[in-house]
């Protein structure tokens, strides 16, 4: 935990024994950081602030959405910023803010084990940079809010930027023809659209947030117009994700476009080769046809002649004058008779 008191001069880091004391001056305002809220934390948050056990619970668990409440001495904001993880997932990075008369509390929320250590303090690191710098000179804690805040809202300009650098390359492959396996460039389109849906969320929720804080009395005149530009900032962080997230929808239309005309193509070229098949079995037929009535029509003169060239002693026809030339005209008629059906069947 972090106690400093900024002042004209800048900042300077105090003992936690100071605090209570600090509290009590007029010279300053008092920054309290809290990297991470432990049960040391918590209990300064509760008996040296006297916060509310629902706002100490809410630093100590992970808030999934963004939330605002106003007490009677101090506001209470959870916001979020984005980092970017493994096969697109976005992170919620959570910081969470105590706004009072004379001091400021940032908490930063549970983070993931997934995320760098430090990128949970990249705002309030980046800010305190500027006041040791000279850049910065808050003299109100809402002024200080403002400076973390802005800070936090560049983060998922930051952010926006990088997926829409992503969409760009997406769409000159999806142009250039070189898209590669389908399905991963699927799903590298769908987590584009992921993180940029995640950050327009963020921007959406934080913007209504600030927006009801705009209207509170008890801020004074200056706290309102910072509270406004900072309901402006995160609105146009919305309207930016919005607009890209359009850019990226167009893409995956004319992707998919571009997969229903192969596909098409692919279902003609298919079709085609599988009439093509039809009419070689249907030839195939045909050709069988004629060769089986050809067969049949032969197979009756064969037959005839099978039977009387057997060599028995007591056939019929074995000593009968006309029994050759009946014979041939049995083939004959019989050969002739089938070569007629199979003619009119259209065999032949």
């Known amino acids: 935990m972090d106690v400093r008191l900024v002042n004209d001069e800048g900042v300077e880091q105090r003992p936690l024994q100071e605090l209570p004391e600090l509290l009590e001056r007029e010279d300053g305002l008092v920054w309290v950081d809290i990297p991470s809220c432990d049960q040391d934390a918590a209990r300064v948050l509760s008996e040296v602030f006297g916060f509310h056990p629902m706002a100490i619970h809410d630093c100590v668990e992970r808030n999934r959405v963004p939330k605002m409440h106003a007490y009677l001495d101090h506001v209470f904001v959870v916001l979020h910023s984005p980092e970017g993880g493994e096969r697109g997932h976005v992170h919620y990075i959570e910081l969470d803010q105590f706004v009072g008369r004379n001091y400021l509390v940032t908490v930063h929320g549970p983070v993931n084990p ?12 980046a800010v305190l940079a500027r006041i040791q710098a000279g850049r910065l000179r808050p003299t109100t804690p809402f002024e200080l809010s403002y400076a973390i805040v802005t800070t936090l809202i560049r983060s998922q300009e930051d952010y926006v930027e ?9 769409e000159q492959r999806v142009t250039g023809g070189q898209v590669g396996d389908p399905e991963d460039f699927l799903n590298e389109l769908f987590r584009a659209r992921h993180g940029l849906l995640a950050v327009r969320t963020m ?44 850019y990226l929808q167009g893409v995956i239309e004319f992707y998919q476009t571009v997969l229903t005309i192969k596909s098409a193509l692919i279902g003609q070229a298919q079709s085609a080769e599988v009439k093509r098949l039809t009419e070689a079995s249907y030839t195939q037929n045909e050709e ?25 002693d007591h056939m019929p026809e074995l000593h009968w004058i006309l029994g050759y030339p009946m014979a041939l005209v049995l083939m004959a008629v019989l050969s002739l008779t089938l070569y007629m059906v199979f003619k009119r069947r259209g065999w032949l």
């Not at 997934?114 to 690191?125: F, I, K, Q, S």
């Open 114 to 125: 997934a995320v760098a250590p430090g990128a949970a303090l990249r705002e309030t690191r």
């Open 162 to 170: 990088t997926v829409t650098s992503d969409v760009w390359q997406l």
């Open 203 to 246: 921007g959406a929720l934080s913007g209504a947030i600030y927006g009801r804080m705009s209207g509170l009395t008890r801020i004074s005149r200056g706290g309102q117009r910072l509270v406004a530009d900072i309901a402006d900032q995160f609105d146009r962080v919305r309207s930016l994700a919005d607009g890209e997230r359009e």
């Open 288 to 312: 069988i046809k004629k060769i089986s009535a050809w067969a049949a029509i032969l197979f009756a003169p064969t037959f005839i002649g099978t039977v009387y060239g057997m060599n028995f």
